[in-house]
């Protein structure tokens, strides 16, 4: 079963930085593509960034290149996504994910998620 666990998020001024965190086991880690998702009130859940272990490439979308960085790894097995120069229209609920290889792009292929965690950008 895979398990995922977040932490992280806040509230942040414009222009700011946070960390999100998603710990996973290490059989996970290297088994799954691990990826983030977001969704703003009303709207619908959204690919943000990831990495697929199959071809060892990173994924953003075009609003967030530059700004988030996503990296695995670490004695404690997580999963991580910076953010910076966060901008209001960031403010989302985040959402750790799991999927086999390039399924991590697509919110419908998920097999596992995390809790979700608030990140509020006040402008």
């Known amino acids: 079963q895979v398990q995922l666990e977040e932490s992280g998020g806040g509230l942040v001024q414009a222009g700011g930085s946070l960390r999100l965190s998603c710990a996973v086991s290490r059989q996970t880690m290297y088994t799954y593509a691990m990826g983030w998702f977001r969704q703003a009130p009303g709207k619908m859940r959204e690919f943000v960034a990831g990495f697929n272990w199959d071809d060892r490439n990173t994924y953003y979308i075009p609003s967030v290149r530059g700004r988030f960085t996503v990296s695995r790894g670490g004695a404690k097995n997580t999963v991580t996504l910076e953010m910076n120069s966060l901008k209001a229209e960031d403010t989302a609920v985040y959402y750790c994910?799991?999927?086999?290889?390039?399924?991590?792009?697509?919110?419908?292929?998920?097999?596992?998620w995390g809790q979700g965690l608030q990140v509020t950008v006040s402008s």
């Open positions: 994910a799991a999927a086999r290889g390039l399924d991590v792009l697509r919110q419908s292929k998920a097999l596992a």
